[in-house]
């Protein structure tokens, strides 16, 4: 997306990235970034929080009138429900939960393959 921002900019359409991989998204030189501070795959907000998408969106939106200068990031104030206690168990496989996980895993490719099944035979 960041790239696609640049695109848009040198056309002349503004735009505005909300983001979680701030080193990333700063590093491929977006206009504006509004950077929350939440696990890669919810930039906008935890799901179903109407509340804090809301005031992200609306944090965007104040940033593409109010920037100044190329390049500027601004820090979302709204926090990760479970605070920075996320960082800890985001992505964590240990020896306690390998074997939970390798059969979610497990689980989740049988399903995909028996939908996979189901359309071929449908088709």
Not at 54 to 64: F, M, P, S, T, V
Not at 106 to 115: K, N, P
Request: aromatic share 6%; proline share 8%.
């Amino acid at each position: 997306m960041s790239l696609v921002a640049r695109a848009l900019e040198e056309a002349g359409i503004p735009t505005v990235i909300i983001g979680s991989g701030k080193d990333i998204v700063e590093h491929c030189g977006v206009p504006r970034l509004v950077f929350t501070d939440f696990p890669l795959g919810n930039p906008a907000g935890p799901p179903y929080d109407r509340t804090a998408q809301a005031a992200i969106a609306a944090q965007a939106i104040d940033l593409l009138e109010a920037a100044s200068a190329p390049r500027t990031t601004v820090r979302s104030p709204v926090l990760w429900p479970e605070g920075e206690g996320w960082r800890h168990v985001y992505n964590y496989i240990g020896p306690e939960n390998r074997d939970a996980l390798r059969a979610e895993g497990e689980a989740r490719r049988d399903r995909q393959a028996d939908d996979k099944r189901g359309l071929a035979a449908a088709s």
